[in-house]
């Protein structure tokens, strides 16, 4: 039997039952705003961007409001670095991904996501590398390999699985940490290492030549360029191996402000196509005073840092 109070109680529940559904499609409607923001922001893939350079590449991009992609050897510590990315406060989301140029198989996650369009970059840097010093008499096939794998097989990898989306678009690009083309003192030293570096520059320029002659250079925004500082940064490449102090070195916020003048600030980036960017040069010309980047008063170029160790070695 119906009484006064059962209806009450009843009214009650279908009351709260209605509000509480309303609540939740409140938050999926948030959540799915969100995720549409999210979405539809750029993204850029940073290799190598656990530490160093990519690093400060990551951080930039972040407070630029992209979805930023780092990857690293290791997939928890790329994931904890992402995590510790995300407390920049912007809508961009940071996600870390392994990424072993030594195991192509064991990076296949990214990978895969690549070659299917899960993720499509608007920008690529080709920032990971790897730093040996040994001379021409001195390498190893397996050392050889392994520079080859990481300094010059892997931006080449990432560079065809991202240039297609970038062509179609017509905007973003990608950005090589490589040397420009110069042979000296510390390439003839170097040879192993730099000519495994030095290829990266070659392959930039081939792919800067290759952007389709059917987008006309007045219809797009892309740019494909290289990137290299003139002095030694602190990162673990110079600390780690002993070749300077973290007195010798600038911080490597110096080639990030290069690469976001490059791309935020400049007007007609794609003139840059096929160019070599070297940090010092084009902050000057933009007036940004480069001291600020130093640890110390008595920091002298990556070139003498690099020929003074050596001839100690
Ligand atoms: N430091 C300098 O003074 C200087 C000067 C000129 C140019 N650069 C260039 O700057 C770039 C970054 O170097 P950095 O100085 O920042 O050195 P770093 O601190 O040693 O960083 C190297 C990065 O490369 C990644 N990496 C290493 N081996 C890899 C592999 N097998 N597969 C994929 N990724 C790998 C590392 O990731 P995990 O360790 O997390 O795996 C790390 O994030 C390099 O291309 C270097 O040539 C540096």
Not at 128 to 149: E, P, Q, S, W, Y
């Amino acid at each position: 039997m119906y009484t006064h109070q059962s209806y009450n109680v009843k009214n009650n529940v279908k009351n709260n039952v209605k509000n509480n559904v309303k609540k939740i499609y409140k938050h999926i409607r948030i959540i799915f705003l969100y995720m549409r923001l999210v979405n539809n922001l750029k993204t850029v893939l940073i290799t190598g961007g656990t530490r160093g350079v990519g690093l400060e590449l990551a951080k930039m991009f972040k407070k630029q409001n992209y979805n930023v992609i780092i990857t690293g050897r290791d997939s928890n510590y790329s994931k904890k670095i992402a995590k510790k990315l995300n407390n920049i406060n912007t809508n961009g989301i940071v996600k870390g991904y392994k990424l072993d140029f030594l195991d192509i198989n064991g990076s296949s996650k990214l990978l895969n996501k690549l070659q299917d369009k899960t993720i499509q970059p608007t920008i690529l840097i080709n920032n990971a590398g790897v730093l040996m010093l040994d001379n021409i008499n001195n390498i190893t096939d397996k050392r050889l390999d392994t520079m080859f794998k990481v300094n010059t097989y892997g931006p080449i990898l990432l560079s065809k699985l991202c240039k297609d989306h970038i062509w179609k678009t017509r905007e973003g690009g990608i950005l090589f940490n490589s040397p420009p083309y110069q042979i000296d003192n510390k390439t003839t030293h170097l040879m192993p290492y730099m000519q495994s570096k030095l290829a990266q520059t070659t392959f930039m320029k081939s792919l800067a030549n290759s952007i389709p002659q059917s987008i006309p250079t007045d219809k797009h925004n892309i740019i494909v360029a290289s990137f290299w500082t003139n002095y030694p940064l602190l990162t673990d490449a110079i600390i780690k191996r002993g070749i300077g102090k973290e007195e010798d070195c600038m911080h490597p916020a110096i080639l990030s402000d290069t690469i976001k003048e490059l791309l935020f600030n400049t007007k007609n980036v794609s003139s840059y196509n096929g160019k070599e960017i070297i940090d010092e040069d084009f902050l000057n010309k933009r007036k940004i005073d480069i001291t600020k980047y130093k640890m110390s008063k008595n920091v002298s170029k990556l070139d003498k840092l690099f020929m003074n160790h050596l001839i100690k070695k």
